[in-house]
């Protein structure tokens, strides 16, 4: 073989490295985070550099959309988050205009607001989905394991402590023309900010309240057992609540001696995370227990 025809070669190769190494998400292929977030890759003149700084052309047209749900499908309350609890969440690439994208790709990272640290608690990604760390950035996204046919990428995420704030989620994707280039492609950004649900804990209601409450088991599947070790004799109202604040349950309890018991039946609840109150006029003791 001619030195020449070997020159060729290596550059055919490396060519091919190349797009194939893009197929994959950006933080797996090139260890960088394109979504537009702050700490992301940047232009030379400091702009973001995301898929539409390479995808964005005249003959595909695209939008994105992240959407989030509790894990039972409904839609999150006020479009707050409840600290440590799981969602279902999913980014769709949307044709708009122009051709019909031949394939599909994404990446997300989600940060807090305040101090714009990650919340890398990504769990459970469909099979076009992979969970990747990008050298550069050191952070952890979620993007699309290769081209995908499927406009539709799924995964979970976990919810931070107590206190994180406002949480905010930078995604950007494209739709491609499978022409092996970038030219003629559609891409789009987008974000989605979700605020954090003040919720009093267990701890902080034994802080307001003169009686401690243990609750057990928790979690629970059949029964769950309420004791109460009080000081006080007191009429109270005992409520079971969902995560979006509706009252499932109901009760007048009376606290008549300094400890009192009571056995709640969950077997009906589908799993998941609920509040229990105790309240009267003067008190509010509030407890999360769980039903699996």
């Known amino acids: 073989m001619k030195l020449s025809n070997v020159y060729i070669c ?14 994959a ?9 394109n979504t537009g977030a702050p700490g992301d890759q940047t232009l030379s003149n400091g702009n973001p550099r995301t898929c539409v700084s390479c995808h964005g052309g005249a003959n595909i047209t695209v939008g994105l959309d992240i959407s989030i749900q509790n894990m039972d499908g409904s839609a999150l ?20 205009a122009g051709a019909t994208p031949v394939e599909y790709g994404f990446q997300m990272v989600a940060l807090t607001d305040s101090n714009e640290e990650e919340v890398n608690t990504w769990a459970n990604p469909s099979a076009n989905v992979s969970i990747a760390t990008a050298s550069n950035t050191g952070r952890t996204y979620v993007e699309q394991t290769g081209p995908s046919a499927d406009k539709t990428f799924t995964m979970q995420w976990t919810a931070p402590a107590e206190g994180s704030g406002d949480i905010t ?22 974000t989605l900010s979700l605020g954090e649900r003040i919720m009093n804990s267990t701890s902080a209601s034994l802080l307001a309240t003169p009686f401690n409450v243990a ?35 109901s009760a007048e309890w009376s606290i008549a001696t300094a400890q009192n018991r009571t056995v709640l039946n969950v077997q009906g609840y589908a799993p998941g995370m609920y509040i229990l109150q105790i309240t009267n006029d003067k008190y509010n003791s509030i407890s999360m227990w769980v039903k699996q």
Not at 173 to 189: E, I, K, L, R
Not at 225 to 244: A, W
């Open 10 to 23: 290596l550059l055919l190769l490396a060519v091919a490295y190349i797009f194939m190494g893009h197929s």
């Open 25 to 33: 998400g950006r933080a797996d292929s090139q260890n960088w985070g």
């Open 77 to 96: 309350a006020n479009n707050e988050y409840v600290p440590g609890e799981s969602y279902n969440m999913s980014v769709t690439v949307n044709p708009t």
């Open 169 to 190: 989620f930078y995604s950007c994707g494209n739709g491609v023309n499978g022409n092996n280039s970038t030219s003629g492609d559609g891409a789009a950004c987008t």
């Open 215 to 249: 609750l057990e088991p928790n979690p629970a599947s059949e029964v769950l057992n309420v004791n109460i070790d009080s000081p006080i004799q007191e009429n109270f109202t005992l409520n079971v609540l969902n995560l979006n604040g509706q009252v499932l349950q």
